[in-house]
């Protein structure tokens, strides 16, 4: 039995950024793994050189143990496994489906902590999804693996509001938070074998497929609330763009907001120092924080002083 206070013996395998988000909370609540296993770096950027993945950059920061492997297929998967024998693996942000082999492993499993209230959301981007969709509500489910995406049994959940301030950032960082209070009010219980899981809810199933690269690319002929849905999803990184003279044009950071007057969807109307408008097929939005190619994030303040003569422009590439 586990001593009251104290984590159970787990490796924590994951790869992203919510997993770097869960760890850290983790580690900072006196309950860390007994070692992180993550992907092995890969090439990344213009150079395409390796990099390691967020996972590894954090377990790094901690001073943790990490082992690295490919695929769960790989020996260098199990390794570590028959090295520190874990009670249980404890999965988040991965982006691999566990083989059966592994998922039957550890004595008492594999459990997911996925950031969305499962059945919803299955799938790789629940928190940009849901920002995206415009959802109210979100929440971080712990769950037991099977050879599903997504669709073992719920062991518990905690759910949180989504503010239209909410970006992947703020909502990941609170839902990483939520995470670890999860884990360490159910994970002792589950080792010992006092808690059970209950099966999901298909009815009420839904996924969240990965971004694709077509989805960062604004389009002002939509709605003024699902552009800023869409921005919010994307923000801080990779970010949601759009063209100005040619060149890419990041917005991370915009609001809803009633214009003076009918706008063109990608339509520019500048007031005072620091007031950018730009009308969609309904509605407008102000831009607060924006970052042209090659340059640094800014305010709207910073650059409308860089940018000039943007009254009446349009942003985008072509008319709706």
């Known amino acids: 039995m586990t001593p009251e206070g104290s984590p159970p013996g787990y490796l924590f395998v994951g790869s992203g950024d919510f997993a770097a988000s869960l760890l ?31 996972l590894k950059t954090a377990a790094l920061e901690l001073g ?4 690295e492997a490919p695929h769960p297929k790989e020996p260098a998967f199990l390794a570590p496994m028959k090295t520190s024998r874990p009670e249980v693996l404890l999965v988040a942000d991965y982006g691999f489906m566990l083989p059966r082999e592994i998922l039957t492993y550890p004595p008492r499993g594999c459990l997911n902590v996925h950031p969305s209230l499962l059945p919803r959301y299955r799938g790789a981007a629940p928190i940009r999804r849901a920002l995206m969709e415009g959802a109210s509500e979100s929440g971080v489910t712990l769950m037991v693996m099977d050879e599903g995406l997504d669709t073992g049994p719920v062991i518990a959940s905690l759910s949180t509001s989504i503010s239209q301030d909410d970006d992947e950032l703020s909502l990941r960082l609170r839902l990483a938070a939520l995470g670890c209070e999860l884990v360490q009010r159910f994970l002792p219980s589950w080792v010992e074998g006092s ?18 690269t077509d989805e960062l690319l604004i389009d002002w002929c939509g709605a003024a609330r699902d552009i800023h849905n869409r921005v919010r999803a994307l923000a801080p990184r990779p970010g949601a763009y759009t063209f100005m003279r040619g060149k890419r044009l990041k917005i991370l950071r915009c609001a809803v907001e009633e214009a003076p007057r009918r706008l063109e969807p990608g339509e520019i109307l500048v007031s005072g120092d620091a007031r950018m408008l730009v009308g969609a097929r309904e509605g407008a939005l102000r831009l607060l924080v924006l970052q042209p190619e090659g340059k640094r994030a800014m305010g709207a303040e910073e650059f409308l ?6 009254q009446g422009m349009r942003l985008g590439t072509s008319p709706c």
């Open 64 to 67: 943790l143990a990490i082992a």
């Open 305 to 310: 002083r860089g940018y000039r003569a943007l």
């Open 195 to 212: 808690i059970e899981a209950r099966p999901q809810d298909e009815d009420g199933a839904s996924y969240a497929p990965p971004i694709s």
């Open 24 to 54: 850290r909370e983790l580690a900072s609540s006196g309950f860390a793994p007994q070692a992180v296993l993550t992907r092995t770096d890969r090439p990344a950027g213009r150079g395409r050189r390796p990099r390691p993945v967020p």
